[in-house]
Structure formats: structure tokens, C-alpha cells
T-cell receptor, first 116, second 116 residues
Framework: GAVVSQHPSRVICKSGTSVKIECRSL??????MFWYRQFPKQSLMLMAT?????????EQGVEKDKFLINHASLTLSTLTVTSAHPEDSSFYIC????????????FGPGTRLTVT | GESVGLHLPTLSVQEGDNSIINCAYS??????FIWYKQESGKGPQFIID?????DKRQGQRVTVLLNKTVKHLSLQIAATQPGDSAVYFC???????????????FGPGTSLSVIP
């Protein structure tokens, strides 16, 4: 089946620094990827839709200047958390749909971000 | 961003019993629904999906029921096993999915605990 990977799986950074998370579709091309954030014991919250070759579409309340999304190729989207603060600590998950396989969306394993 | 719910309800079942997990969705325009399983520290895993033109769909040991009149979705797991212990999310998507830009919105989730 379609596989989506994320890197790193876990990252710790200091407050005020930036951190980049990669999302890759390993065996299919994804024109669109999605980024979610999940706090402990809560649901996944959609942050933005990442579109290959164009600007990301952010959900209401998500700061686009803080969460920079780049979808430079059909297999890679990156999320950069800029000027990270402890409240940005969360589990970040990406997903993508394989256009050749119908409606199912494939999720990455997630990235645990801890800001100290 | 869009999010639903802040607390995870919990369901405890005896091994071998059937489990029923319920979900109320919000958007009457949604026409595609999915159930995901999420184990601790991992990304969501697809279980089963259903289109709005159906009211029931069966998979291996799982059945999804859709009641559009009351905007209710349920997941039935037959002969629940310890490996079924996880958090289960229903999710909805709002269009016919003719493009890859359709986003999936997650419900609040239910934590299933299987007692051996």
C-alpha cells in the first residue's frame, strides 16, 4: 500500500528556534498533502493543506507566518515551526492521498515536537 | 483550524465481546466518512470508510453504519481482541472527492480498552 513517512520522528528544540518537519510519500506522487496537529488526549486538528507548486491553504486560526509549509515536489512537503514556543509542543502528523487509489488518505507516523 | 472535542470518552469491553463506537458528525454536506484507529505515538490507521449513498458497509470484523437523518456514524467491532485497544476516530469529508484538495475533518475520538 501507499506509504507516507515523516522525519524526524521526535525532536526537541529550544524556545525561539525553528524546526523543520518533512513529510514524504514513498511510493506515490501526491499533489496535495495535509498537516495536522494533535495535543495529548485530543483529536487531530487540521492545520493546512499543502499544494505542490503553490501556496498552502491554512485553516482558520492557524498562523501562516509561524507554520511555514513548502511543497516543493510531488513527494515532499515540509512544515517549519518558526520561533517555537513551549505551547507549540505537540504531535504533528501529515497525510496524503494517492490519486491512483481512490479516496483513502494515508497518514505518516507523526513527529513529536517538544519545545523547551 | 477546525477541531472537535477536547476530551476522549472511554469504552471498556471484555475480550471476545462486540464493541460499538459512536460518532456524531457536524456537516450535513459531508458525503464520505472514515474510521481510523490510532495507537499511542503513531499516526492514524485506516479501518473502513463509507459513502453517503450507503447506510452500511462491512469489512473484516468491522461494520460501519451511517444514519444521515441524525448525522450519526457507528463502528462495530466483532469479537474484540486486545490488539483492538486504541483510540478510534471518525472523520468526515465534504465533497465528492473529485479533486485531491478535499480535506478530512476528525471527530473527537473514543478510547477503546479491551479487558483480557
Amino acid at each position: 500500500g501507499a506509504v507516507v513517512s515523516q522525519h524526524p520522528s521526535r525532536v526537541i528544540c529550544k524556545s525561539g528556534t525553528s524546526v523543520k518537519i518533512e513529510c514524504r510519500s514513498l511510493d506515490f506522487q501526491a499533489t496535495t498533502m495535509f498537516w495536522y496537529r494533535q495535543f495529548p488526549k485530543q483529536s487531530l486538528m487540521l492545520m493546512a493543506t499543502s499544494n505542490e507548486g503553490s501556496k498552502a491553504t491554512y485553516e482558520q486560526g492557524v498562523e501562516k507566518d509561524k507554520f511555514l509549509i513548502n511543497h516543493a515536489s510531488l513527494t515532499l512537503s515540509t512544515l517549519t515551526v518558526t520561533s517555537a514556543h513551549p505551547e507549540d509542543s505537540s504531535f504533528y502528523i501529515c497525510s496524503a492521498r494517492d490519486p491512483g487509489k481512490g479516496y483513502e488518505q494515508y497518514f505518516g507516523p507523526g513527529t513529536r515536537l517538544t519545545v523547551t | 483550524g477546525e477541531s472537535v472535542g477536547l476530551h476522549l470518552p472511554t469504552l471498556s469491553v471484555q475480550e471476545g465481546d462486540n464493541s460499538i463506537i459512536n460518532c456524531a458528525y457536524s456537516n450535513s454536506a459531508s458525503d464520505y466518512f472514515i474510521w481510523y484507529k490510532q495507537e499511542s505515538g503513531k499516526g492514524p490507521q485506516f479501518i473502513i470508510d463509507i459513502r453517503s449513498n450507503m447506510d452500511k458497509r462491512q469489512g473484516q470484523r468491522v461494520t460501519v453504519l451511517l444514519n444521515k437523518t441524525v448525522k450519526h456514524l457507528s463502528l462495530q467491532i466483532a469479537a474484540t481482541q486486545p490488539g483492538d485497544s486504541a483510540v478510534y476516530f471518525c472523520a468526515e469529508s465534504g465533497t465528492e472527492l473529485k479533486t485531491s484538495y478535499d480535506k478530512v475533518i476528525f471527530g473527537p475520538g473514543t478510547s477503546l480498552s479491551v479487558i483480557p
